[in-house]
């Protein structure tokens, strides 16, 4: 038995479960990704992941501008598809999820019921979290609430990265995404409930305001900021110089210690690291990043910035 399947995504993340749906012995008859974005210097139309994916598959692409355009959803019924598919995209309407006589399940890259909303990965990594994994569920009228269908787990190493993270999920649900669809074309496959929790853990979308490493915490929840917000959006230490002069530098490759060099915010720089004073303990951070230059490691900046020793950070931007 194979489903006819309508698939929809954006971003990298999206495209290995396509490409797992594409080698199985389901059929993928149309992709609805977003339409082209301005992107670059040039601000050149550039086309999603999931488009370049499906375009290389000559698959038939939808790119609505609104998911309740009336032309779209006549398109998505004459697929007649049995299964909607989505992996990293929009909010879908009533009207389109309903849709299809199986229904439509989404991969989210979290253990369900924790870090439902749109940054799961970084949110896990942020908190510090040991173990995380892959949901897919039946899409309903809320966000990420909907009955479960299977899950995957996983550890989260201590050093890693959201960057690092996010690749293994992807590898993790892609299997999982096909083996949903064969569970519930057979109908051996039915959804859960979701425990309830009273304090759920959340992942909301990330803001500038996130970005910021909390010096005045202890060196552990600044490290896991600095690890959950590479390589994307970058975390942020705020500078000071001699003359008063406020930089936002942009950090990676961090570590923490037990330690005391002075006040919040002290610098110690060390052959190829900078110890920055937490409220508790030291964070340890092997690249920076200027405004307008490429990241570098410690000993490469410091080399370049003769004034490097007169810096303080700013516990509290």
């Keep these: 038995m194979k489903a006819r399947i309508v698939y929809m995504g954006t971003p990298e993340f999206a495209v290995a479960p396509l490409e797992a749906l594409i080698q199985s012995q389901h059929e993928v008859v149309a992709v609805v990704t977003v339409p082209d974005r301005q992107a670059g210097r040039g601000r050149k139309p550039t086309p999603s992941a999931v488009k370049v994916c499906a375009e290389k598959h000559n698959l038939p692409i939808l790119q609505p501008e609104k998911l309740r355009d009336e032309q779209f959803q006549a398109e998505l019924v004459s697929y007649n598809a049995d299964l909607f598919v989505v992996v990293a995209f929009r909010m879908l309407p009533t009207s389109v999820w309903s849709m299809p006589k199986l229904g439509t399940f989404n991969l989210h890259a979290s253990l369900l019921p924790d870090y439902r909303g749109a940054a799961p990965i970084h949110w896990a990594v942020i908190n510090g979290e040991e173990k995380t994994g892959v949901t897919t569920f039946l899409i309903d009228e809320e966000i990420d609430t909907g009955n479960i269908l299977l899950q995957a787990e996983t550890s989260i190493g201590a050093n890693e990265t959201t960057g690092e993270l ?103 720089w060390r052959k190829n690291e900078l110890a920055i004073q937490c409220k508790s303990g030291l964070l340890i951070l092997g690249e920076i990043q200027w405004p307008g230059k490429k990241k570098m490691g410690v000993a490469d900046f410091k080399n370049g910035y003769t004034e490097y020793s007169e810096l303080k950070a700013l516990c509290t931007p």
């Design 166 to 268: 996010y690749h293994r999920l992807m590898d993790l649900g892609s299997p999982l995404v096909v083996e949903t669809v064969d569970g519930l074309l057979s109908g051996k496959l039915e959804g859960k409930t979701q425990k309830h929790v009273d304090s759920p853990k959340n992942a909301p979308k990330l803001f500038r305001e996130h970005q910021y490493v909390p010096l005045n915490d202890i060196a552990e929840a600044a490290h896991n900021r600095v690890r959950g917000l590479t390589p994307f959006p970058a975390p942020l230490i705020v500078l000071e110089t001699s003359s008063g002069e406020r930089i936002e530098a942009k950090v990676a490759n961090s570590t923490y210690e037990e330690g005391q060099i002075g006040e919040c915010g002290t610098l110690e």
